[in-house]
């Protein structure tokens, strides 16, 4: 009880002002304690257009800008504090290491700020997988960065764009989300940029990683995850594109009955630098192909061997005597994400063990 002596009369209108202020407050507490994300646009089909509502497919992608993709999904405002940038406007059969040199420096400039706790990447499905490993490799913050497409064009009847790209944020933003390198988030999936890949044409559910697994699940506006990569990445690799403006030539050879070596040839007198060995089964070489991988490592051509069936490992001195050759395996890297982990290495040595040695780091 208050003593009548003190009573003050202000009291009453003080308790009320503050009971009225404390909600106001709390919103803007709440407000402020949203995490920043940006979202960095490239095109693809999450902002693609089609004739009518079902068309699916003969679409035309990178129509739409960053701006309108976020307006069309106004529930990023409860999740993130989100501003978007236009970085290209592409379908990702385009995209090229000029366009990954370009966005990997601007993700490091922006992940360098204080006020920028995520990343999302909107892209093409076609090439999602590599530009994902790539930024894997060379983005220099533990801070999350998630690459995100669609299957569907914005105008179709059930795109799944909308929700892609809100699960994007909602990860970009989370504290789960950090230290675990390069995510992409589809379909209510969580998938590593190291392991993950495409895996049918144009149904939702396109993006696995076979034999190894989701990294987790986005549910009720939350991220699960139960695993996470145990290779080295982001701010743990050797690679610094701050002060690249162009990669070596790699190129990728297919194994497949009847080859030749018209192809690798080619690559070779075109200044390739890199080969990566797409064989047959555990790599396999035909014998139609060894003479010139042989006489292409002897001109300073790093081979790597890698397998078209896309999982499992590559066995070392397995199909081929690698260590007389002095070529070099993939590990269980397939032939795409092969090429990137070479160029990188090849900024850095030409030392064929070097590069070994990083194929089973990365």
Not at 46 to 69: N, P, Q, R, S
Request: proline share 4%; with cysteine.
């Amino acid at each position: 009880m208050i003593n009548k002596k003190w009573r003050n009369p202000a009291l009453p209108a003080l308790f009320l002002c503050c009971s009225l202020l404390l909600p106001l407050a709390q919103a803007q507490t709440a407000a402020v304690a949203l995490p920043n994300v940006v979202i960095l646009a490239t095109g693809g089909t999450i902002a693609g257009t089609g004739a009518t509502t079902t068309t699916t497919v003969g679409y035309t992608a990178a129509k739409i800008g960053v701006e309108a993709l976020i307006e069309a999904v106004p529930e990023l405002k409860k999740v993130a504090n989100v501003r978007g940038e236009q970085v290209m406007q592409i379908a990702s059969e385009n995209m090229n290491n000029d366009a990954w040199l370009k966005l990997a420096k601007r993700i490091n400039v922006l992940l360098a700020q204080s006020d920028v706790d995520g990343i999302v990447v909107t892209h093409g499905t076609d090439t999602i997988e590599e530009t994902a490993y790539f930024l894997n490799l060379v983005v220099k913050s533990r801070k999350p960065v998630v690459v995100v497409g669609a299957m569907r064009p914005a105008t179709a009847i059930s795109a799944d764009g909308p929700i892609n790209l809100y699960n994007s944020v909602l990860l970009a933003g989370s504290p789960e989300a950090v230290g675990k390198g390069v995510l992409v988030a589809m379909n209510d999936q969580i998938n590593g940029a190291r392991e993950v890949t495409k895996t049918n044409t144009t149904t939702l559910d396109t993006f696995k990683t076979p034999e190894l697994g989701v990294l987790g699940y986005i549910q009720g506006s939350k991220p699960f995850f139960y695993r996470q990569s145990t290779r080295s990445h982001t701010a743990d690799t050797e690679f610094d594109v701050s002060t690249l403006d162009v990669l070596p030539q790699v190129d990728i050879v297919y194994g497949y009955a009847n080859v030749n070596p018209i192809a690798l040839n080619a690559f070779v007198a075109a200044g390739a630098k890199g080969i990566i060995h797409a064989g047959v089964g555990d790599g396999s070489l035909a014998k139609t192909m060894t003479p010139a991988l042989v006489d292409a490592r002897k001109k300073g051509v790093i081979i790597v061997r890698s397998s078209r069936v896309g999982q499992g490992i590559v066995a070392r001195n397995g199909e081929a005597d690698d260590d007389k050759l002095d070529f070099v395996v993939s590990d269980t890297l397939n032939p795409q994400k092969a090429r990137i982990l070479l160029m990188l290495e090849l900024t850095k040595t030409s030392s064929s063990k070097e590069i070994q040695q990083a194929f089973y780091k990365y």
